[in-house]
């Protein structure tokens, strides 16, 4: 009995997940997953409708499920008069109440700062923002009509592509405006909420917090600049939390501490090979006193750009702490062989995670 409740618990949790991403053929989806019958999928989401969380939509063949929620949706002028805390405070807040104080915390840090950069960057005209909360969790929109991020920050640095605006995004400290804005909202928001996606430019990145990981997706580009975040409520993680997590000196907040994607850098099919493809690796970094390379993704690396992190870089910037994470074998050997170089006149700094 405990094995089926625990199953039946499993699949509604299960359904409630993915109903919005597969609204039109979760029933199939769910029974491949668990190696269950569709009929016993169709139990659960009998049950679901009738428990109101979930809204079933047309007939049988083209039957569709959406969950039920709450949802509050507003149009802002783009102009120096807007005032992030009072969208949160009038159109967001309302809809949490209720919501536990970390997770609420969080949520208003990030739709803050996603706001003020539509504001003050976005060169747009009008922002939608939109709140949900749903049986699953809160999520929350933040979409505007200007120039996208991707491209802003492409001109902004020179850079040769939009792909290559977005590594440069994850490590942080990035901004176009750099009187105004430290270049912290977006790398922070990101690492705070569950899930996260910027879509921009014909490119959707996307992190998710529990593998660490980032992805990179098409997007049929309908203009300006989308934001999406999502947190289960009940989510024991908290803004101080993720603050300490890339400052060296935990309490102090200091953002010293990066985490750097490599797979991102690499165009198509291309591998890492080059110093010139290190050094797009390394923009930026040495703004920072720990820089975390994370090879997850990367199948191998040659000789050069090794050589030009874990050795060029490091005898130039003996006071930045390198580090490297989740390396197969192959490309754990190309960095012990770089850093066999460095190792007697820096070992304090040769440290993997």
């Excluded at 039957?63 to 005032?83: D, K, P």
């Excluded at 005898?315 to 390198?322: D, K, R, S, T, V």
Aim: net charge negative; aromatic share 8%.
């Amino acid at each position: 009995m405990a094995k089926t409740s625990r199953q039946a618990g499993e699949i509604r949790h299960f359904l409630l997940r993915n109903i919005p991403d597969h609204p039109r053929d979760i029933i199939r989806i769910a029974a491949e997953h668990f190696g269950v019958t569709r009929q016993t999928v169709s139990y659960h989401l009998r049950k679901l409708v009738a428990e109101k969380v979930v809204r079933a939509r047309g007939r049988t063949s083209g039957r569709t499920f959406h969950l039920v929620g709450q949802r509050t949706s507003r149009n802002y002028e783009l102009t120096g008069a807007l005032e992030e805390h009072v969208v949160w405070r009038e159109l967001v807040a309302p809809l949490l109440e209720g919501t536990p104080a970390n997770a609420l915390g969080i949520c208003q840090y990030g739709l803050t700062e996603m706001l003020n950069n539509a504001r003050d960057h976005s060169a747009g005209t009008t922002v939608q923002v939109s709140a949900s909360r749903l049986p699953v969790g809160i999520e929350l929109k933040v979409w505007d009509d200007g120039v996208g991020v991707f491209r802003k920050i492409e001109e902004a640095l020179g850079l040769h592509s939009a792909r290559e605006a977005v590594l440069e995004l994850t490590k942080g400290k990035l901004t176009t405006d750099p009187a105004r804005h430290s270049g912290e909202g977006i790398f922070f928001t990101s690492r705070m909420f569950d899930s996260f996606t910027l879509r921009s430019d014909g490119l959707a990145l996307l992190h998710d917090v529990e593998s660490g990981d980032w992805f990179i997706e098409g997007w049929s580009d309908v203009g300006g600049t989308q934001v999406t975040m999502s947190i289960d409520p009940e989510t024991s993680r908290t803004e101080a939390s993720v603050f300490d997590e890339f400052s060296s000196e935990a309490g102090d907040y200091a953002f010293d501490v990066t985490h750097v994607p490599v797979a991102l850098a690499a165009i198509g099919e291309e591998n890492l090979i080059s110093r010139s493809q290190a050094r797009r690796v390394l923009s930026r970094c040495n703004l920072f006193r720990k820089v975390i390379f994370d090879f997850n993704g990367v199948s191998r690396i040659g000789q050069a750009f090794a050589d030009e992190v874990f050795r060029v870089f490091q005898e130039a910037n003996p006071e930045i702490n390198l580090m490297h994470m989740r390396a197969n074998p192959e490309v754990e050997k190309m960095i012990a062989r770089a850093r066999s170089r460095t190792a007697a006149a820096h070992p304090e700094q040769l440290t993997l995670v």
